[in-house]
C-alpha cells in the first residue's frame, strides 16, 4: 500500500478500560495546542486538562478559583493539538458540587467543546452526580484521595487515608464510583498499600498519582513532569530541568540582544536593490515635502 500511512489509532473510552490490569496507562496533564500535541507525540494516551492550570499556568495559589469559562479556553486549545489522545476535562470548583443538574450542564459544556470525557472530585457526596452524567452517556473519571479542591478543609496538601477509617473511607468511595460506571479513577497521594488494594477491588482501571506503582497507570502533571514547577509535590519526578534550559536559553537571547548579535544582518526579507534605490527616492521626495 505504497503512499498510504496506517490511521493513527485513536484512545477511546472502551479502549482506556481495556487497559485494566496491565499497569501501562500513560497520562499526562496539558492545557494548549502545542503541549498536547507533543505529549501525545510522546507517547501519552490521555490527556487531562486538570483544573491544576489554576496552579500551574493561571498563576492562582490553589485551584479553586479556576471557572468553566477559563477552562473550556484551554479545553478547546488542547483539544486542537490532540488527534489519537483521550481528552480529559477536569470539572472545576462549584461546577458540578451544587447538584446533578450542574454537573450535566457542565459536563455538557464540556463534551459540546471536544473533551471526550470528564473528571470529578470526591467520593460518595459526588455519587448522584457521576449517576446522572454516566445516565446521559457522559464518560466520567473518578479522583479519591488527595483531592486539591478541599485544601481548605485539609488546611494544605498531605496525603490521605492514612489512618484505618480514612483509608477504609477512601477504599468505599473508589468502589461505589467504579459500580456507578466511572470508567477510571485517579489515587492522589495514598499509601500504595491502599491503591494496591483499591485496584484490586474495581473493575475499572485506576491512574495513580504519588499513590504508588501498582495502579494500572499513572499521571503527571505537565509543569512537574518537564521541571517548570518552581515547588513541585513531594510524589512528582522532574524528569527535565525544563526552567534551567528555557532560562538558559532566554538569557542567551537577552545577552545577543545586548550585545547586537542578533538578529545577525542579512537575514530575513529583503528588497532588491533597484526596489531599494526607488524606496530611497520616494522617501527623499516625502522628506523634502514635510
Ligand atoms: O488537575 C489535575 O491536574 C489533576 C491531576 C493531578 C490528576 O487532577
Same mark, same amino acid.
Given at each position: 500500500m505504497a503512499g498510504k500511512v496506517a490511521a493513527p489509532v485513536r484512545m477511546t473510552v472502551p479502549r482506556v478500560r481495556g487497559?485494566?490490569?496491565?499497569g501501562r496507562l500513560v497520562c499526562v496533564t496539558a492545557y494548549d495546542a502545542p503541549t498536547a500535541a507533543l505529549v501525545e507525540a510522546a507517547g501519552v494516551e490521555v490527556i487531562l486538562v486538570g483544573d491544576s492550570l489554576g496552579n500551574v499556568?493561571?498563576?492562582?495559589?490553589?485551584?479553586?478559583?479556576?471557572?468553566m469559562d477559563e477552562m473550556v479556553h484551554h479545553l478547546r486549545a488542547a483539544r486542537r493539538g490532540t488527534r489519537r489522545a483521550l481528552l480529559v476535562g477536569d470539572l472545576p470548583f462549584m461546577s458540578y458540587q451544587a447538584g446533578p443538574a450542574d454537573a450535566l450542564r457542565h459536563a455538557g459544556r464540556f463534551l459540546k467543546e471536544g473533551a471526550d470525557a470528564v473528571k470529578l472530585e470526591g467520593g460518595l457526596e459526588v455519587l448522584p452526580m457521576v449517576n446522572a452524567m454516566v445516565a446521559q452517556g457522559i464518560p466520567v473519571m473518578g479522583h479519591v484521595g488527595?483531592? %486539591?479542591? /478541599?485544601v481548605r478543609e485539609y488546611g494544605g496538601y498531605r496525603a490521605q487515608g492514612v489512618t484505618v477509617a480514612a483509608a477504609a473511607r477512601i477504599w468505599q468511595a473508589a468502589v461505589a464510583l467504579d459500580r456507578a460506571g466511572v470508567f477510571a479513577i485517579v489515587l492522589e497521594a495514598m499509601p500504595a498499600s491502599l491503591a494496591r488494594r483499591i485496584t484490586a477491588a474495581v473493575a475499572c482501571p485506576t491512574i495513580g498519582i504519588g499513590a504508588?506503582?501498582?495502579?494500572d497507570g499513572q499521571i503527571l502533571v505537565f509543569h512537574d513532569l518537564v521541571g517548570l514547577s518552581p515547588v513541585p509535590p513531594p510524589f512528582a519526578r522532574a524528569w527535565a530541568d525544563g526552567r534551567r534550559v528555557f532560562a538558559k536559553a532566554v538569557g542567551r537571547f537577552a545577552r545577543a540582544v545586548r550585545g547586537r548579535g542578533? %538578529?545577525? /544582518?542579512?537575514r530575513g526579507a529583503a528588497l532588491p536593490p533597484g526596489d531599494l534605490a526607488a524606496l530611497d527616492r520616494l522617501i527623499a521626495g516625502e522628506a523634502g515635502r514635510s
Open positions: 487497559r485494566k490490569g496491565e499556568v493561571l498563576g492562582y495559589e490553589n485551584t479553586l478559583p479556576v471557572t488527595l483531592t %486539591p479542591q /478541599r504508588g506503582p501498582d495502579c542578533w %538578529p545577525p /544582518r542579512g
